[in-house]
T-cell receptor
Framework: GESVGLHLPTLSVQEGDNSIINCAYS??????FIWYKQESGKGPQFIID?????DKRQGQRVTVLLNKTVKHLSLQIAATQPGDSAVYFC??????????FGKGTRLHILP | DAGVTQSPTHLIKTRGQQVTLRCSPI?????VSWYQQVLGQGPQFIFQ???????GRGNFPDRFSARQFPNYSSELNVNALLLGDSALYLC????????????FGPGTRLTVL
């Protein structure tokens, strides 16, 4: 797994604005990517996924973009709400079916 | 519909003791995976089970073991506990292995003193 520090990157966004959370993945053989949201004291909650044969996928208020050339993944949240406050993790899955979580990003919503 | 359930919610043990954590998957899900999440980090993969057989193992010592029962529930056992085993232990279930989405339970918070 990846080595991460104790201090999570933090993104502060004004309520109502759009949020963009970025993630760099490590394994070029990974072909399935997932975004999870984790609120304090809870387990990760599935948000959206994307397969490597796609470069964009949209859900309700969320969009995931995949750039395989630079191994970059992003999650866009439209019209950010207070309930969006959480830690967001990207995760990759290769052919061994093992899910590897990236470094989380804490999303802080400003009133 | 009930999601993934885990028990107990919290647990306090001392060094050297053994612990068993339990997980019930979403109804109909046949695969269970276990993760360890240390404070401030992302979950780290420990095991995956499917149809009672181990399908994957992460980089954890042999003190960690698991099993899956005929009803697809699972147990994670950790022997000879160390202070560094203090973490949130997460269970996730999916319909099958492969590209199916994994859904996580609330976790068991283990504190080793």
């Amino acid at each position: 797994g990846e080595s991460v520090g104790l201090h999570l990157p933090t993104l502060s966004v004004q309520e109502g604005d759009n949020s963009i959370i970025n993630c760099a993945y490590s394994n070029s053989a990974s072909d399935y990517f997932i975004w999870y949201k984790q609120e304090s004291g809870k387990g990760p909650q599935f948000i959206i996924d994307i397969r490597s044969n796609m470069d964009k996928r949209q859900g309700q208020r969320v969009t995931v973009l995949l750039n395989k050339t630079v191994k970059h993944l992003s999650l866009q949240i439209a019209a950010t709400q207070p309930g969006d406050s959480a830690v967001y993790f990207c995760a990759e899955k290769g052919r061994d079916d093992k899910i590897i979580f990236g470094k989380g990003t804490r999303l802080h919503i400003l009133p | 519909d009930a999601g993934v359930t885990q028990s107990p919610t919290h647990l306090i043990k001392t060094r050297g003791q053994q612990v068993t954590l339990r997980c019930s998957p979403i109804s109909g899900h046949k695969s269970v995976s276990w993760y360890q999440q240390v404070l401030g980090q992302g979950p780290q993969f420990i095991f995956q089970y499917y149809e009672k057989e181990e399908r994957g193992r992460g980089n954890f010592p042999d003190r960690f073991s698991a099993r899956q029962f005929p009803n697809y529930s699972s147990e994670l056992n950790v022997n000879a506990l160390l202070l560094g085993d203090s973490a949130l232990y997460l269970c996730a279930s999916s319909l099958e292995v492969g590209r199916d989405t994994q859904y996580f339970g609330p976790g068991t918070r283990l504190t080793v003193l």
